[in-house]
């Protein structure tokens, strides 16, 4: 224990307390005044006990005659020094060197966690709604009275029941007056023909100019385009007769009738709307600086009235709203499917490992962490992070992140871990 007097180059005792408050006043010093602890010459100018523990604010608490430091040491226990105030100064300067030496030599006590320990994957959620790719009017291919409407909206329905009945006499008479003049094109081209052949003869036998021959031959061809032109005809009647019944072209559910019997359809009226249901898939709206990470995903859910239904990314679409930044994403379920039109959240878990935004330090304008590597402090920047936010790394699982200490920490610091297990 190293005891100074400031009785050489002190006036006051004010001024001894304020040296003895400096730092001085450490385990191994003990400050005098007049060759008196300095709290006794405090209490010499007429001051309590109690304002002289007042004005010595020193380290740990209370007032005792045998704590050391702050001349609370009797002077015949340990060698006093003499010096004057610019002694005491130097000799405080020196102090404080060594005091910031021996803390800077020591390590830097934090604690550690490898990432594959402290590692999250954050979640995120946009709002979604249940579509089906199949959800159409059916509207009328000809021009008919509807007859009859054997459904009704709520019925479930197969692939090609009928739904809609049109009157269909008036295609059935076009038919038959088609057929029955292709049968009389036909008997004309069999006429045709046999005296086409006939005149091929006499013209073999130069008893018959070659251009009735020629001309035979043209009254046959334009035959042959008679019974081909009627002949398509007649399938454009079968397939008119075949729309005199309209059938659901998907499996559905009836949503609504557009018209009742005895109404006059035209071609393209809409007649009941069927609903597709066993094809739904999610449409969500994400915003644009998450659809890389939706890509990455480990986990994508569709939340809905508290379930939660698992599902699998189909596309995403190119184009970016305008109006709120976000881009459709298409997704199918995997399991069960919710009904159309269910509106709840798409929610994705992400699949980069992210560090907790406590972890995070500013380092030059940078966010990042700090890592311990064979005793030593290395701050690793983490680019595009944002302050307040889980920030995505990519180091190895192995990787010892200090989460304890980290604020005070610089580069190449000296640590002393104190592994931490569990979060």
């Not at 803390?103 to 990432?115: G, N, S």
Request: hydrophobic residues 45%.
């Amino acid at each position: 224990m190293l005891i100074l007097d400031l009785t050489d180059g002190i006036d006051s005792v004010s001024e001894a307390t304020m040296l003895a408050n400096t730092g001085l006043a450490h385990d191994s010093v003990a400050v005098l005044f007049n060759n008196k602890p300095v709290s006794t010459a405090i209490e010499e100018e007429g001051l309590s006990p109690v304002k002289s523990c007042d004005m010595l604010k020193t380290a740990g608490s209370g007032c005792q005659s045998d704590r050391r430091g702050n001349g609370f040491l009797f002077a015949t226990e340990i060698p006093v020094i003499g010096v004057n105030a610019a002694s005491l100064w130097l000799l405080a300067g020196c102090f404080f060197c060594f005091c910031a030496s021996a803390q800077a030599l020591a390590p830097v006590p934090v604690r550690t966690q490898t990432l594959a320990e402290s590692a999250i994957y954050p979640e995120s959620a946009a709002p979604a709604v249940v579509v089906s790719l199949n959800d159409a009017p059916i509207a009328a291919q000809i021009e008919a009275l509807v007859v009859d409407v054997p459904v009704r909206v709520g019925d479930t329905v197969k692939a090609g029941a009928i739904l809609v009945k049109l009157a269909c006499k008036d295609f059935e008479l076009e038919q038959s007056r088609l057929k029955a003049e292709r049968q009389a094109i036909q008997a004309r081209l069999e006429l045709a023909q046999w005296q086409l052949k006939q005149a091929e003869t006499l013209s073999a036998q130069q008893t018959l100019p070659e251009e009735q021959v020629q001309e035979k031959r043209s009254q046959l061809a334009v035959l042959r385009g008679d019974l081909a032109a009627h002949g398509a005809s007649i399938e454009i009647t079968d397939r008119q007769i075949a729309h005199c019944t309209v059938n659901a072209p998907f499996p559905g559910v009836v949503t609504a009738r557009l018209i009742a019997v005895g109404q006059f359809a035209a071609q393209g009226t809409a007649l009941v709307r069927l609903l597709d249901i066993t094809r739904p898939e999610v449409s969500a709206q994400v915003p644009s600086r998450e659809t890389d990470a939706l890509r990455q995903a480990k986990l994508l859910l569709f939340d809905h009235d508290g379930k939660h239904y698992p599902l699998s990314l189909r596309a995403v679409l190119p184009t970016i709203h305008t109006e709120t930044g976000t881009q459709e994403a298409r997704l199918d379920f995997t399991e069960r499917h919710s009904d159309p039109g269910a509106a709840g959240r798409l929610i994705w878990q992400e699949g980069v490992p992210h560090v907790p935004a406590e972890y995070l330090v500013q380092r030059d304008g940078q966010l990042g962490v700090f890592i311990m590597n064979e005793g030593k402090a290395h701050f690793h920047a983490l680019p595009g992070s944002q302050s307040g936010r889980p920030a995505a790394i990519s180091l190895s699982p192995e990787t010892q992140l200090i989460v304890t200490g980290q604020f005070g920490l610089s580069e190449g610091a000296d640590v002393k871990a104190e592994p931490m297990k569990g979060r």
